[in-house]
């Protein structure tokens, strides 16, 4: 049912990925052997001691150059393990990079488009119409600044300070004496709640 109307699904996994996963089982399988040869080594160094105790120094001899074989095996191992991890971490790195040029190409196409419909006559001819538009502000500006004789300079001064006037005058202060105080009647007593206690 996947392709009911024939269209192939295209796979996210790239070659690059599926190297990395089998470098990655390589070096999983190489870890299992790796494992595989140290429990042999100490079962045949503890088989190598028991022969010796039995007196039985050729087959003792025989059981440790096998070990020292497979030790050799193990180093050459880790250093396999060491080339696989290595390359893995190379390849994934590539595949870093490969991203960041990729991005790097597309800014770069696009900063280019930009340029394009941003050409540098086009910013100039921006700029001098700003300037243009401010010097003409600028020229509107004065005009009514100085479109006002001393006397509206003054008439506006004078409204200022009214209406500054008006926001500080207070209400004036009643002449009449205050009324004396009646005596209250006999104040009312209130009684105080009794203090409830937690029991424990």
Partial sequence: MGNLFG???????????????????????????????????????????????????????LLLKKKRYQEQLLDKTEKQISNLERMVQDIEFTQIEMKVIEGLKIGNECLNKMHEVMS??????????????????????????????????DAILEELNAITQEQLELPEVPTEPLPEMIPEASPVKIRAKPELVAAS
């Avoid at 070659?15 to 089982?25: I, M, R, S």
């Avoid at 005009?143 to 300079?153: C, I, N, P, R, V």
């Fill in 7 to 61: 269209r192939k699904r295209r796979s996210r996994i790239t070659e690059q990925d599926k190297a990395v996963l089998q470098l990655k089982q390589q070096r999983d399988k190489l870890k299992q052997y790796q494992k595989r040869i140290t429990l042999n080594l100490e079962r045949e160094r503890s088989v190598a001691w028991q022969l010796l105790r039995d007196g039985k120094k050729e087959k003792a001899k």
């Fill in 120 to 153: 540098i006559e086009e910013v100039e001819r921006i700029i001098d119409e700003t300037q243009d538009a401010v010097e003409y502000q600028r020229q509107i500006d004065e005009m009514l600044a100085g479109s006002f004789t001393e006397e509206d300079e």
